[in-house]
T-cell receptor, first 111, second 115 residues
Framework: KAGVTQTPRYLIKTRGQQVTLSCSPISGHRSVSWYQQTPGQGLQFLFE???????NKGNFPGRFSGRQFSNSRSEMNVSTLELGDSALYLC??????????FGPGTRLTVT | AQSVSQHNHHVILSEAASLELGCNYSYGGTVNLFWYVQYPGQHLQLLLK??????LVKGIKGFEAEFIKSKFSFNLRKPSVQWSDTAEYFC?????????????FGKGTSLLVTP
């Protein structure tokens, strides 16, 4: 069974721009969660989607948003990028309420 | 506030040494507990999990962890480490009745195993 895939793997953006990251979950998994990983803050929860609905949200500003499609694929968007948004963005999928399986991440660098 | 603490940020061991990584959490109520590992250049992988039942859980690659409810702890152990165990280890907790299934991670422990 294919794992969680994320595209693109690397991105370089300029401050003020916006970015969209994509995640394809494991087949049959309907829950998708997003996390931000930085050296200083570690792994922090952004949000979770289940059946196209945001079910849970972490403590991030409104510039961070997401959505889920009917095929369970998910995207997250960051608008008005700041230098501090440079991070590894991880997507995880699970069958509802089960173990979360992580993708390889998208490395975002904001210059 | 709910939090997860990993006691050791950096650990260096020789091959064949025993390993114990500490993890404590500050949640009330029912919790699910996890240890994830991130090998160099690879993505996060599940080592083991505890949902309920026997508090001593066994995971992949010879790792085990013990849930001690009274101590709010979920320490990771391995009797004899190998060079290939060099990685970053993360303890994670979720509290389904409280904050849903979002994982709250500790800051991680970087393990270096020397030959």
């Amino acid at each position: 069974k294919a794992g969680v895939t994320q595209t693109p793997r690397y991105l370089i953006k300029t401050r003020g721009q916006q970015v969209t990251l994509s995640c394809s979950p494991i087949s049959g998994h309907r829950s998708v969660s997003w996390y931000q990983q930085t050296p200083g803050q570690g792994l922090q929860f952004l949000f979770e989607y289940f059946s196209e609905t945001q079910r849970n949200k972490g403590n991030f500003p409104g510039r961070f948003s997401g959505r889920q499609f009917s095929n369970s694929r998910s995207e997250m968007n960051v608008s008005t990028l700041e230098l501090g948004d440079s991070a590894l963005y991880l997507c995880a999928s699970s069958k509802d309420q089960g173990v979360q399986y992580f993708g390889p991440g998208t490395r975002l660098t904001v210059t | 506030a709910q939090s997860v603490s990993q006691h050791n940020h950096h650990v260096i061991l020789s091959e064949a040494a025993s390993l114990e990584l500490g993890c404590n959490y500050s949640y009330g109520g029912t919790v699910n507990l996890f240890w994830y590992v991130q090998y160099p250049g690879q993505h996060l992988q599940l080592l083991l999990k505890y949902f309920s039942g026997d508090p001593l859980v066994k995971g992949i690659k010879g790792f085990e962890a013990e849930f001690i409810k009274s101590k709010f702890s979920f320490n990771l152990r391995k009797p004899s480490v190998q060079w290939s165990d060099t990685a970053e280890y993360f303890c994670a907790v979720n509290a389904p009745g409280n904050s849903g299934y979002a994982l709250n991670f500790g800051k991680g422990t970087s393990l270096l195993v020397t030959p």
